[in-house]
Every structure is written in structure tokens, then in C-alpha cells.
């Protein structure tokens, strides 16, 4: 049975830093991409950064480039989302999935976590 948890999420102000981690198992990690998403109130689920599985190349949204780090730990079967400079827009439920190989943007992931909640008090 494949698991995602995700954890890290919390209320913080404008300007300060949080790590997300997820938690895989079930699944043979190394093999597979990992993608974070976000989900604000009233809004689409959006992608948001994703780490491929064989090179760790990692991709990001325009909106989080230069914030936001995405990093695997193999060892762990846990990937990272180190977030600095905190902004009220990234106030979101965030997600973490998993798909084998190759990393996209797209929501095309096997498989999904709960999500953590991230607060972004101005």
C-alpha cells in the first residue's frame, strides 16, 4: 500500500521560512518523480515544483523560482520543500504525488498525499 504524508505545514508570517516533508512508502522512492502542488481556497490545484528520479533535475513555477527548493533524500524515501520568503499568495494546502520517472508540471501523478496547510499571515 502506497503512502504519501506530508507534514511541515503551519501558520507563519510574511517573510519567513518553512520546510515541508513527505513521507513515502509502499513504493520502490528512487524510481519515482516527486512533484509538490498547491491548493488555495477557491482555486485549481496548481503545480508547483517536482524533482525527477534518476538526476534530480528539478522544475518550479515562475512564481516560486528563487524561493522555493524542492530536494530528495533517497535514503529517507522523504522529498523536501524548503520555502523562504513566505508570500500571503503561497497560502495553500499543499500536496505532494509521485509518478515513476520522469517528472512533469502536469497532475498526471499515480499517486497523492493528504496535503499540509500553509498559512501566510501578511
Known amino acids: 500500500q502506497v503512502q504519501l504524508v506530508e507534514s511541515g505545514g503551519g501558520l507563519v508570517q510574511a517573510g519567513v521560512s518553512l520546510r515541508l516533508s513527505c513521507a513515502a512508502s509502499?513504493?520502490?522512492?528512487?524510481?519515482?518523480?516527486m512533484g509538490w502542488f498547491r491548493q488555495a481556497p477557491g482555486k485549481e490545484r496548481e503545480f508547483v515544483a517536482a524533482i525527477s528520479s534518476n538526476f534530480g533535475t528539478t522544475y518550479y513555477t515562475d512564481s516560486v523560482k528563487g524561493r522555493f527548493t524542492i530536494s530528495r533524500d533517497n535514503a529517507k524515501n522523504t522529498v523536501y520543500l524548503q520555502m523562504n520568503s513566505l508570500k500571503p499568495e503561497d497560502a495553500a494546502v499543499y500536496y505532494c504525488?509521485?509518478?515513476?520517472?520522469?517528472?512533469?508540471?502536469?497532475?498526471?501523478?499515480?499517486?497523492w498525499g493528504q496535503g499540509t496547510h500553509v498559512t501566510v499571515s501578511s
Open positions: 509502499g513504493l520502490p522512492f528512487s524510481r519515482f518523480a
Open positions: 504525488a509521485a509518478k515513476l520517472y520522469v517528472a512533469t508540471r502536469t497532475d498526471d501523478y499515480t499517486y
